[in-house]
């Protein structure tokens, strides 16, 4: 006689078993209509499911994150029964839910076209209007791995074979013909998935994500709860491409990559402008908030590495060197042990503490060449790092500080929309339960005073110590997770950080990891698609462009020019005989925030035509005025 206590607090109580759908149906008639699965006891389930035992159970729905990537899951599986179906011979690999939609990889030997996905995605509706039942079965492993060889499903088999021993199969059939091996759940029938769904593009991918294996099909499909969120979705999509910082990246020459070294950015001449235009207004807030920048070694002997951990945790993706002496040494990944050792020079008293240690380091990480995407996603990248070594009892008011001074630099960089996600203690940790219990306090006080929104992912925190994530949504709806601030309890005991406390006892201090942007190449690609490379006239790398009506007008021009270069705008001047309309267009694909136009007029009266980006008006003012309003505009955005 199970009792199921609801999420309201309600307790009914049944006299034999229960599945979802009887639930769902005893609870209301709304909930039975839109129940897709259920969630017992923490974990996720068929409504077919049935509860034996007292439980907590929530039905889940379209409104639930849960739901939507069940939909997605069944649309995905929908999908490979109409590739078989159309292209007999195909074999299905791995189809999982992304975000945002899902995919599913194929062996075929011929390439799927953008035609081919026309016809699957009339064959999936077909499927789904056919209402096709669901049905689950645990089978034993050498059934499982027979039917699956002898149906022709080599890498289903694989998968079977790699699976640990004592781990139940489960099979899901849909309708009575597909099935497919698969985790799940599922929803009831194929009609749930409803047709808020399209299929976006193919792509290769090795199996396994190995490039020694073959290569596979991946077709790319996204799925929503209603045609309104598909749509709204697909404007996304249509807005990122034109936003694509690697396109507009080109347009306006910041930077280009070369496959002799890859994941690495090739910084062009305005590309290294904005990078440096970056950093100064970073460096100057750091200075105000009372940090001190370090500089340290991108190379260091692998001892160091074993000593703090990396080595063991993240040696798969450092780089390395051997030395004719047989030492081998490992290019940074962080910057982390290098700014303990600069804390370790000198005795610390705890009159030192917070000591505020900032760094713009240098970091290389070993990544997939298949997961590289333009400045989102490099092997080698600069931190806007900082380490704060402080005692226990400071660790609320530099959280708090840290916290403020991110949400300040991201409002000046036109990100208001903020989210915080924050992560506590995990079951294996270091360090003593006393101090996790004060930096968990410490940070939800920062997260609480910042007065924004936040989740919270238990058991989600590092093993050193509770983080908070800095989550940035964009011009599009995007969300971009960027800053970080850490507490850490173990790094700088295992490298020998001390400090002389008040009763003369050395003690192991607190360490805040901070990272503003995370990786200034990839806020760079956020910040390019974020403004459509329409960029604030202070970070903007070309900021005024003169342009001489014609060549009777060059020296007017290039004075002007010179007045503006003095005074330290970034400005150019194009001198070439080519007609004003043509070089207004190209400056204008450039993304150049102002265009002075000068001609006979304007050297007669010293003055300038103003034409702003995005704006067809133009305005003649005096140079002088000119120049004091974009001094004025171009100062760095601090309080």
Known sequence: MPNIHLLDGKKISFKNSIDGFELAKKISKTLEKNALIMEVDGQLKDLSHQITKNSKVRI?????????????????????????????????????????????????????????????????????????????????????????????????????????KNEELSVYHHGDAWHDLCRGPHLPSSSKIGKAFKLTKVSGAYWRGDSNNEMLQRIYGTCWASKKELEDYLHRLEEAEKRDHRKLGKEMDLFHFREESPGSVFWHEKGWLLFQRLIEYMRTKQRLAGYKEINTPELLDKSLWEKSGHWEKFGEHMFTSETPDEKTFAIKPMNCPGCVQIFNQGLKSYRDLPLKLSEFGKVHRYEPSGALHGLLRVRAFTQDDAHIFCTEDQITQESLAVTNLILEIYKDLGFKNVILKYSDRPEKRVGEDKVWDKSEAALLTAIKKSKLEYTINKGEGA??????????????????????????????????????????????????????????????????????GKLPLWLSPLQVMVLPISEDNNNYAKKVFEELFKEGIKCEVDLKNQKINYKIREYSLAKVPILLICGKKEATDNSVTVRKLGSEKQETMKSSQFLKEILNSNRLPLK
């Open 60 to 164: 889940i729905t379209t409104k639930d994150k849960e739901g939507l990537e069940v939909l997605r899951h069944d649309a995905a599986h929908i999908m490979a029964m109409a590739v078989q179906e159309l292209f007999p011979g195909t074999q299905v690999t791995i189809g999982p839910v992304i975000e945002d939609g899902f995919y599913y990889d194929f062996a075929r030997k011929e390439p799927f076209t953008s035609e081919d996905l026309k016809k699957i995605e009339k064959k999936m509706s077909e499927l789904i209007d056919k209402d096709l039942k669901t049905r689950r079965e645990v089978w034993k492993r050498d059934a499982a791995i027979a039917n699956f060889k002898k149906i022709g499903e080599k890498y289903k088999a694989e998968i079977i074979e790699s699976i640990p």
């Open 463 to 532: 093993f050193y110590g509770p983080k908070i994530e800095f989550v940035l949504r964009d011009a599009i709806g995007r969300d971009w997770q960027c800053g970080t601030l850490q507490v850490d309890l173990n790094l700088p005991g295992r490298l020998g950080a001390s400090f002389v406390d008040k009763d003369g006892s050395k003690k192991v201090p607190v360490m805040l990891h901070r990272a503003l942007f995370g990786s200034l190449e990839r806020f760079i690609g956020i910040l390019i698609e974020h403004y459509a």
